[in-house]
């Protein structure tokens, strides 16, 4: 295992001998894969190379949470749905000797690799995107058997190869195709724990010092902050209000405001220092365009209806309000952790009519069954792509474009609020 502090190479023995220490310049290691759980041996290296892939080279920002996500991700990839198993049903259809070369051969390897990828398209330690693909191998496999058994058969006027290769590759067809349609309204499971990553976090950073790019937690700050009056007087073209006080730390950490020159603050009312003479000055713009920025979960859906009806936000004003992603960009995405919970079934079915009026029927069927996806589980660098591909479509809005769509512009709300829905996501 190299050593992040200096770049050399220990092997076991070496840090054992000392002490689990680097025998270059004694740096102690923070992990040692040796002696964790099979199911998350990973290195230093492994580690700090999360740590500056997230941060794109320690350039961008990032909240623990995005960091739990990159690193549940990275954990999904060290199980590679090719493993032993399907390595040795693999010799043993490609044998390394001619001597080796039997039928027998032949059909036990390809049985090897076929139970296995049954079962990892079961198992659900395993991604959903690992477990289609081996759903999907199973079926292209038995697509294959088929058509090439069915001619083979014919080739050597073979009724019992005929027969054979019928039924085995309908079954691999049905089993396969059987598991990718049970996969439709699976939800992805964390391969690790909060508590686990806490752990692994206070213990590097007890040994290589604080990261530095990671965002600590948004703090309260209720007295407000001295700002100069000749700012105050002017006011933003555009805000974004986020459903976390998270978000709204990540983008204003990444400078998100000062690249836009919009503001960004949170519904729950971040930053408090500045929070009041932020939405003073934006309530000066006549012209104000606000976009919304949430989670595609029952919460989030509601924060729209939520900052056009509310007096402390957008009720009674004119202002045009873009909700940058919706449920619908989403739903069939195999590369985005969709989660499910019991909580998030209760709270879709207390939605409003409001709320609902927003939303297809096939959104309302997705957040009925529980699924939600957090913005966190998106890395900084596409998050933040993501809002600003958001806003530069909202710039020259078109209506019939796939682009930014238009959901419905008459709201019984006491306001002349028109709302859009941007395909941010997708």
């Keep these: 295992m190299k050593c992040v502090n200096c770049g050399v190479d220990n092997n076991l023995k070496e840090r054992t001998a000392n002490q689990g220490r680097c025998k270059n310049c004694n740096h102690t290691f923070a992990f040692e894969p040796t002696s964790m759980d099979a199911k998350y041996k990973f290195t230093d290296p492994f580690f700090q190379k999360i740590i500056t892939d997230i941060s794109v080279n320690n350039t961008l920002s ?5 960091f739990f996500y990159a690193l549940d991700k990275r954990m999904g990839k060290k199980n590679n749905q090719w493993n032993g198993w399907k390595i040795l049903g693999l010799f043993l259809i490609f044998p390394v000797t001619a001597t080796f070369i039997t039928g027998i051969s032949l059909i036990v390897g390809l049985g090897i690799i076929l139970i296995n990828s049954y079962l990892q398209s079961k198992s659900p330690e395993n991604k959903i995107s690992i477990r289609k693909n081996n759903a999907k191998f199973i079926q292209i496999s038995g697509i294959v ?3 090439l058994g069915i001619l083979l058969s014919l080739s050597f006027n073979s009724f019992p190869l005929f027969a054979s290769s019928v039924i085995f590759g309908i079954l691999l067809i049905y089993l396969g195709t059987t598991q990718i349609n049970s996969l439709v309204d699976a939800a ?4 690790i724990n909060k508590n686990l990553f806490e752990t692994w976090l206070n213990r590097w950073q007890q040994i290589n010092g604080k990261i530095t790019n990671m965002l600590p937690p948004p703090r309260q700050q209720n007295t407000p902050a001295t700002i100069n ?3 105050t007087a002017y006011s933003f073209d555009r805000v974004v ?3 976390s006080a998270e978000v709204a730390q990540f983008l204003i950490a990444n400078n998100f405001h000062f690249e836009k020159n919009c503001a960004v603050l949170s519904v729950t009312g971040y930053p408090e220092d500045i929070f009041s003479t932020v939405m003073e000055m934006l309530r000066r713009n006549s012209d104000l365009k606000v976009y919304a920025l949430h989670d595609a979960s029952p919460r989030g859906v509601s924060l729209v209806n939520h900052l056009r009806t509310s007096p402390n936000w957008f009720l009674n004003t004119d202002v045009t309000i873009y909700d940058l992603g919706l449920p619908r960009q989403l739903m069939n995405d195999s590369q985005v952790f969709i989660q499910s919970s019991e909580e998030s079934i209760e709270d879709a079915k207390k939605l409003s009519v409001d709320v609902k009026r927003d939303l297809t029927e096939a959104e309302m069927v997705w957040l009925v069954s529980g699924k939600y996806v957090e913005l966190e589980s998106f890395t900084p660098q596409k998050l933040l792509r993501f809002v600003n591909q958001g806003i530069a479509k909202s710039i020259q809005p078109n209506i019939s474009s796939n682009n930014l769509i238009g959901i419905d512009d008459n709201y019984n709300s ?5 709302m859009f829905a941007v395909d941010t996501f997708g």
């Design 62 to 66: 990032f909240t623990p949470k995005q």
């Design 145 to 147: 058997i088929l058509i």
């Design 188 to 191: 992805e499971i964390f391969k």
């Design 229 to 231: 009056p000749d700012i």
């Design 241 to 243: 209000v986020c459903d």
């Design 414 to 418: 006491g306001s002349n609020i028109t």
